[in-house]
């Protein structure tokens, strides 16, 4: 079993806290951590052993972190068990995690939106401010998706350069906003 140094213990624990302020289980969260921070990919019975929990909870953790792309299966020369690892780059991840949430939390509650206008767009009651809430928190979302759809568009890189010229860009907004006044 993989001891665990009391950097990683800390943030394995921080991150299965974190991964439960944002809906998502503990111990998936654990194993996530665990295999960002392992030099070696590990297989479920290390993992189980390492985080003290069963190892059909690390099973059922594992198939939801492939499933949203997050963790892969391996093979180690001269081992026939399945090793997992977890991707690397942590700019991807977050864009696979950015990807992964859009499709469970925006698209629906676009799609709910756009029912519950229609609903109150057929009734026969006249209720314009119900009406309208709901047009302009369709429409914030309808921004946030097509933000999300621009930044998609740009390879990792020039996100990564983009965010790393963030002062840059601070400093122009700022001298144009002096400039209007």
Known sequence: MPQLSAAKKQFVLHWGEMG??????????????????SATPLTAEEIAGTLSVARSNVSTSIRELQGWGLVRPVHVLGD????????????????????????????????????????????DTKDDYTKERLREIYEFFGDVEALYADIRQFPVSTIRGIVKARGAVRKLLSMSMKGRR
């Open 20 to 37: 439960t302020r944002w809906g998502i289980n503990r111990t998936v969260a654990q194993i996530h951590a665990l295999l960002h921070v």
């Open 80 to 123: 026939r068990r399945q090793h997992f690892e977890s991707m690397k780059d942590v700019w991807e991840m977050f864009r696979i995690i950015i990807d992964q949430r859009k499709r469970r939390e925006i698209d629906p509650t676009l799609e709910v939106l756009r029912l519950c206008i229609s609903e109150v767009d057929k009734s």
